[in-house]
């Protein structure tokens, strides 16, 4: 699925497309695995890609180049936000409701993996999620260009002011997972 910026934050002049495939199936028992992968079409050297000596997880890794997946179960209020760093620090936060209640989420480490294909680059990662739930998945990616230009990319905007914690931005569904 193609991505958009939010039309008041666009990127730079030089046009690129922003992309992100999910596979979705059944691991273990009641566990299933989300691989995600989010695609920018246009060479790496362009954008502002965080370091870590050590990845693992961090706070503010949306003020910079990061890659963010919310999922929500079917009918439910309560969600989870994942953020991704091209440099595989991370974080997982559990919200009560609409940016309500926020907690660091308990969970597994993601694995996170960067692909540079010199006019694209990639970012891929995988999560784990309970295989006998229906969820609404939302996509989104923050991009910091060298030049300091921010734009922000969802599926949807629904609202004035990028906003990836709205509903109407959760615009995905992953099926209850079947066994690989």
């Not at 009641?30 to 990845?55: C, H, K, Y």
């Not at 999922?71 to 991704?84: H, K, P, S, T, V």
């Not at 680059?121 to 609404?136: D, M, N, P, R």
């Not at 060298?146 to 109407?168: I, L, N, Q, V």
């Amino acid at each position: 699925m193609n991505l958009v910026p939010h039309p008041s934050t666009p990127p730079t002049s030089q046009p690129f497309k922003v992309w992100a495939t999910v596979d979705y199936v059944a691991s273990f028992g009641a566990v299933a695995t989300a691989n995600i992968w989010f695609g920018v079409g246009a060479p790496l050297e362009r954008f502002v890609i965080p370091q870590s000596d050590e990845p693992g997880r961090a706070d503010d890794l949306w003020k910079t180049t990061c890659f963010e997946a919310f999922l929500r179960a079917d009918g439910e209020q309560e969600y989870r936000e994942w953020n991704f760093s091209p440099s595989a620090d991370w974080a997982a936060y559990d919200f009560s409701a609409y940016r309500d209640g926020m907690a660091e989420a308990e969970v597994q480490a993601p694995y996170i993996r960067l692909e540079d294909n010199l006019t694209w680059w990639a970012l891929g990662a995988t999560i784990v999620a309970e295989a006998s739930k229906t969820w609404q998945l939302g996509l989104a990616v923050v991009l910091e260009e060298a030049d300091g230009t921010k734009s922000y990319w969802a599926a949807k905007h629904p609202a004035e002011k990028p906003d990836f914690h709205d509903a109407d931005c959760f615009a995905l569904q992953l099926a209850a997972a079947k066994p690989a």
